[in-house]
């Protein structure tokens, strides 16, 4: 087995007993960094979490402030070398070997150009990073991952040294390297000098678990169903449409239900790019971006939005 616990000798491997993700060495793992369960996981009280999550909240209203202002060289100059793949997380959908083929300035700065064209940072529809992969089709959760781990890489170092110290691994020797790193104090980029960690010959980077998903829990599909169609169903029952059902009772009344998604989506959906749809209707009623941001409700303790320590086992031992 190339999984890190293996190659290190450590004898736990079950993700029920491990902080962080088992990652098999030396190869992509299909995984994702979704900042939206970053946050929730900061709610909870992860300390990791907190610590990511605020490297995340000062770089995205940095981001915002520019975005707000049009002013595009500041926004180039936020992503120029600092969205791509880092290969240590060893995260994402390369075939074989990581290969760095993630996201980049040139996809990131035309998604963000033209969301700006379509003025949703004007109209308050950009509200997190998250966001970003809702409204930039070409955004996938690999591209979100990949420009998430350049703001956090910190914290995922940070992370790595306590499971190195926790478990008395020792580190392989290494050159010291250079990479940019998100400074909120100066709110810019900073050159840093860090000491990295090597598996069987690769730079790694350790995740904690809460981190990672195989999908993003905010996507435009979802929002579509579970904010927009359930938003155009009481407009179509407010106005008592055709498209309405009608139900009879026993007792002779008939009661007027609002139509199915099923429908909203073969009658109003059908023919028309799914985007295009959600951005009307949600420049109708901006609330609607901001309730789905409130949807995934945070319970302590819950576990709902995370994956969970089976699944982790499933994709990274089994698969």
């Not at 992370?159 to 110290?165: A, H, P, W």
């Not at 580190?171 to 790193?181: I, V, Y």
Request: net charge negative; with cysteine; hydrophobic share 40%.
């Amino acid at each position: 087995m190339k999984n890190f616990t293996f190659q290190q000798g450590i004898e736990v491997h079950e993700h029920q007993f491990l902080d962080f993700a088992d990652i098999r060495i030396g190869k992509d793992n299909r995984l994702f960094i979704d900042p939206y369960r970053v946050h929730l996981a900061a709610l909870d009280g992860d300390v990791w979490a907190k610590k990511a999550d605020a490297l995340i909240s000062s770089f995205f209203h940095t981001l915002l402030a520019a975005a707000s202002q049009k002013d595009f060289s500041a926004i180039r100059n936020l992503i120029l070398n600092t969205c791509g793949e880092i290969n240590d997380t060893q995260l994402g959908f390369s075939s074989g070997k990581p290969c760095g083929n993630g996201a980049s300035c040139n996809l990131i700065f035309p998604a963000i150009q033209q969301m700006i064209d379509q003025d949703l940072f004007a109209q308050g529809l950009v509200i997190d990073i998250a966001d970003i992969a809702i409204w930039a089709p070409g955004i996938g959760p690999d591209h979100l991952s990949d420009w998430v781990t350049n703001i956090v890489w910190p914290v995922l170092h940070e992370f790595t040294q306590s499971q190195f110290l926790k478990y008395g691994l020792s580190r392989e020797p290494a050159q010291p390297a250079m990479r940019l790193a998100w400074r909120p104090s100066s709110t810019s980029w900073e050159n840093t000098a860090y000491e990295s960690y090597s598996c069987d010959g690769h730079r790694i980077l350790l995740c904690p678990k809460k981190f990672l998903h195989q999908k993003l829990l905010l996507s435009a599909e979802d929002f579509l169903t579970r904010q927009v169609l359930t938003y155009r169903q009481k407009e179509h029952l407010d106005q008592k449409t055709n498209l309405c059902r009608y139900v009879s009772k026993a007792d002779g009344s008939i009661t007027i239900k609002e139509p199915s998604k099923k429908t909203l989506r073969q009658y109003e959906v059908n023919g028309q790019n799914h985007l295009d749809y959600v951005r009307f209707h949600t420049r109708e009623n901006p609330d609607l971006i901001r309730r789905y941001h409130e949807q995934p409700e945070f319970l302590p303790g819950s576990t709902e939005h995370f994956i969970s320590d089976a699944k982790l086992d499933a994709i990274l031992y089994h698969a």
